[in-house]
């Protein structure tokens, strides 16, 4: 286990990605992007208008990446969604 942190029975670990909206700009529309907090990587996505919020995007997106979301939470800025999936890279080409 890695130095400082400490384990804790029965609460299994997870994978966090954080979720903010992006406005337009003079030169691109509306984006998502999605940060992986564990591997320290990003993805900038446009916004879809076929959905209702950020998250929705970005839940379409890691769906089609074929990540399982396993649980949501609202911060001050956006979003946090977890998962179990440690392999997929969110830059990876659908």
Do not use: C, H
């Amino acid at each position: 286990m890695a130095q400082g942190r400490v384990a804790l029975p029965n609460i299994p670990n997870y994978r966090m990605f954080e979720v903010r909206y992006l406005g337009p700009t003079y030169s691109s529309g509306s984006r998502v992007k999605i940060t992986d907090l564990r591997f320290e990587e990003s993805k900038t996505i446009p916004y879809g208008y076929e959905y209702n919020s950020s998250y929705e995007v970005a839940q379409a997106y890691l769906k089609g990446l074929g990540i399982k979301l396993s649980g949501m939470a609202e911060g001050p800025n956006g979003y946090f969604m977890w998962t179990n999936n440690f392999q997929t890279s969110i830059k990876q080409k659908k």
